[in-house]
């Protein structure tokens, strides 16, 4: 069945330090991925997505390319802020399928000033 | 853009009562809704994928009888907690598809606790 598998957490960086958090995923048909935020007592916020190989989504300063031949979907950000603290998680959807978004486990990421 | 509203935001209710939890498209209309369960900084789990106008299908090891889902709009999707117990506490998240674009968007998030 469909998976997603992300880096464990938490990240703790320092203001301005670059981020990535890693994402890998297994399905049977061509899904499209998805990395979610979500801050404290908050519920989920679309951050980026890609809905084919080779796309690359950003936004915020955050950027993810959708690699098939890795099956991967990395989150990377140049230089982060105090603000960008929060829970992110990796998804994948497949689309045509009508099914719903499977999440990986989350990683907290910590930025300290 | 889109929203997906959930209400109540938070909820306490005694053992043995029922609490019920609406999700609302405000703006698209969703002929597919999920509900998801998350625990205390873990991820969420789907419970079950709702389709307007039939029964939900529910993911292994979810009691249908106590997680009651009804979709009887393109627009509202409810879930009502039966019976709730203590270890039911938890943050209840809902999402919509919408019909013309391969976008899921979230409601806010409600927190039960059953005391």
């Known amino acids: 069945g469909n998976s997603v598998t992300q880096m464990e957490g938490p990240v703790t960086l320092s203001e301005e330090a670059f981020l990535t958090i890693n994402c890998t995923y297994t399905?049977?048909?061509?899904?499209?991925l998805f990395w979610y935020v979500q801050y404290p007592g908050e519920g989920l916020q679309l951050l980026l997505k890609a809905t084919k190989a080779d796309d690359k989504g950003s936004n915020k300063g955050f950027e993810a390319t959708y690699r098939k031949e890795t099956t991967s979907f990395h989150l990377e950000k140049g230089s982060v802020q105090v603000s960008d603290s929060a829970v992110y998680f990796c998804?994948?959807?497949?689309?045509?399928?009508?099914?719903?978004?499977?999440f990986g486990k989350g990683t907290t990421l910590s930025v300290s000033s | 853009g889109a929203v997906v509203s959930q209400h109540p935001s938070w909820v306490i209710c005694k053992s043995g009562t029922s609490v019920k939890i609406e999700c609302r498209s405000l703006?698209?209309?969703?002929?597919?809704m999920f509900w998801y369960r998350q625990f205390p900084k873990q991820s969420l789990m789907l419970m079950a994928t709702s389709n307007e106008g039939s029964k939900a299908t529910y993911e292994q090891g979810v009691e249908k009888d106590k997680f009651l889902i009804n979709h009887a709009s393109l627009t509202l999707s409810t879930l009502t907690v039966t019976s709730a117990h203590p270890e039911d506490s938890s943050f209840y998240i809902c999402s919509a598809r919408d019909t013309s674009g391969n976008t899921i968007y979230f409601g806010e998030g409600s927190w039960l606790t059953v005391v």
């Open positions: 998804a994948l959807s497949e689309y045509q399928a009508g099914t719903a978004l499977i």
């Open positions: 399905a049977t048909g061509y899904p499209s």
């Open positions: 703006d698209f209309q969703a002929t597919t």
